[in-house]
Antibody, heavy 118, light 107 residues
């Protein structure tokens, strides 16, 4: 059974940094693209970034380009999101999602809440 | 970037009703469209990909159609457990944009 477990969320001040992690199990991690999707409180879904199976390609939504970095460690079955220069508008639940072809999202973690506030 | 517009933003229907949600792309995206269901307080769930392919385990009362710029998600007979917000998402190219969502309630 596919399991995706996020960690690393919390309260951070504006301008601060945070690193999210996602531990994957139940599938061959290195065979899949992976994505981060976020959802601000009471709002809709927003794709943030994705990364190819071997880490050779990465894509970002414009609002986080140059601020966030997605990475993966296939030996550890783990996905990461380094978030720098955080702003109030980055406050959201961040979901780790499996992304079969760099396309749609077939399995979702439970999410980790990031709150950016002073 | 290609924008995705869903309509209506919310609807209320009776159990057993046929419900249709529309998603429109600002440019043609072939059939590179997925639909998700998010029940209150829950994680989103993939319903349909490639515009009309039902994800494994999804009830057959859900169906999708369309190509190019106009797409629909249809629930053939609304059930109480279908109360949720539904999102479309395009994957023709990055960014992988979601529509604004359609909240479905029971009348």
């Amino acid at each position: 059974e596919v399991h995706l477990v996020e960690s690393g969320g919390g309260l951070v001040q504006p301008g601060g940094s945070l690193r999210l992690s996602c531990a994957a199990s139940g599938f061959t991690f290195s065979s899949y693209w992976m994505s981060w999707v976020r959802q601000a409180p009471g709002k809709g879904l927003e794709w943030v970034a994705n990364i190819k199976k071997d880490g050779s390609e990465k894509y970002y939504v414009d609002s986080v380009k140059g601020l966030f970095t997605i990475s993966r460690d296939n030996a550890k079955n783990s996905l990461y999101l380094q978030m720098n220069s955080l702003r109030a508008e980055d406050t959201a639940v961040y979901y780790c999602v499996r992304d079969p072809y760099g396309a749609y999202f077939d399995y979702w973690g439970q999410g980790t809440l990031v709150t950016v506030s002073s | 970037d290609i924008q995705m517009t869903q309509s209506p933003s919310s609807l209320s229907a009776s159990v057993g009703d046929r419900v249709t949600i529309t998603c429109r792309a600002s440019q043609g995206i072939s059939n590179y469209l997925a639909w998700y269901q998010q029940k209150p307080g829950k994680v989103p769930k993939l319903l349909i990909y490639a515009a009309s392919t039902l994800q494994s385990g999804v009830p057959s009362r859900f169906s999708g159609s369309g190509s190019g710029t106009d797409f629909t998600l249809t629930i053939s007979s609304l059930q109480p457990e279908d109360v949720a917000t539904y999102y479309c998402q395009k994957y023709y190219s990055a960014p992988l944009t979601f529509g604004g969502g359609t909240k479905v309630e029971i009348k």
